[in-house]
């Protein structure tokens, strides 16, 4: 058993943690660069906890420019276990609707302006990504969801689109009807490819806040009116949150599904001709193996 920790990145609207005793901002620094954010750490129910805002506080991060490698690096450096992603989300299914939530357990990844892997050039890794969400943590956030009163779906694919623009018309119905995604955003690639090479439990609730550009009764994307359901759904996303600790609890088994070993035999670069540079870069994340 270790010790519980759990992360949450929080995505547009939800920039803090209620309830959490002995917060305390850190600033942690990385070989990736400095995180979104300081980060917010505490403890909940009994549980340790940290809160990074993806964006930024006051949202200065666009989609691109998110260092998601640092955030994740940081993270593991402050000894988490488990990150929940709570991020805004279009739907692209008439019952998900706006001010819904979906625990996503599949992703399309459209984005391309992205460093997606800590791994490269002297120290090669290969993980694999099938199921690139825990399905430990997706119950607990189900669960979590459910006993708040949110309307929650359990199971969806997440299209990761570049942004920051959101899609054109023909786009929203290809994603929809030939690819057969279920929800839209723009941020959760490469962050759960990363997660799961730095060996960390991942999960990821969208909270819909729009039917995207194809539903032919909403019309194009309007931000005036995702801000105003972001709102609401930032106070459920909190209220989510707040249930998470004693579902998880302050200490946990390795993970049954393999998320906290995935580096096990992944790195395929002999040590004698892994670049030491790199190697030093990978000591939060791939310690445990290097």
């Known amino acids: 058993m270790t010790r519980t920790k759990i992360a949450v990145i929080g995505g547009s609207g939800i920039y803090d943690i209620d309830g959490l005793e002995g917060a305390e901002w850190t600033a942690v620094e990385t070989p990736w660069g400095a995180p979104s954010d300081q980060i917010l750490t505490g403890t909940l129910d009994g549980v340790d906890m940290a809160f990074l805002p993806r964006h930024g506080r006051g949202h200065v991060h666009s989609p691109t420019t998110v260092p998601y490698r640092a955030n994740i690096d940081a993270l593991k450096r402050l000894g988490v276990t488990d990150v929940i992603s709570v991020s805004a989300c279009g739907s692209f299914r008439e019952e998900m609707a706006p001010g ?8 399309i990844d459209r984005t391309f302006a992205r460093e997606k892997s800590f791994f490269g050039t002297g120290c090669v890794a290969h993980v694999s990504v099938a199921h690139p969400t825990c399905p430990r943590l997706s119950d607990a956030c189900e669960t979590a969801a459910r006993v708040a009163g949110i309307s929650v779906h359990r199971g969806g694919t997440y299209l990761a689109m570049e942004g920051p623009q959101f899609s054109t018309l023909a786009e929203s119905k290809m994603y929809r009807e030939s690819w057969g995604a279920d929800v839209i955003g723009m941020t959760n690639m490469p962050e759960a490819k990363l997660a799961r090479e730095a060996e960390l439990c991942y999960a990821s609730v969208a909270m819909i806040t729009d039917y995207d550009s194809w539903h032919p009764d909403h019309g194009e994307v309007d931000v ?9 759904n930032a106070d459920k996303g909190r209220a989510l949150i707040k249930r998470l600790p004693a579902l998880l609890g302050a200490e946990r088994a390795p ?4 998320c906290d070993r995935a580096l096990e035999f992944a790195i395929l670069t002999q040590p004698d001709n892994r670049d030491p540079a790199l190697v030093a870069k990978l000591d939060a ?5 290097l």
Do not use: E, K, S, W
């Open 100 to 107: 819904d939530f979906v625990v996503v357990d599949q992703f």
């Open 224 to 232: 005036t009116q995702i801000i105003q359901i972001l709102m609401g």
């Open 255 to 258: 993970c049954r599904h393999g």
């Open 285 to 289: 994340v791939a310690g445990r193996v």
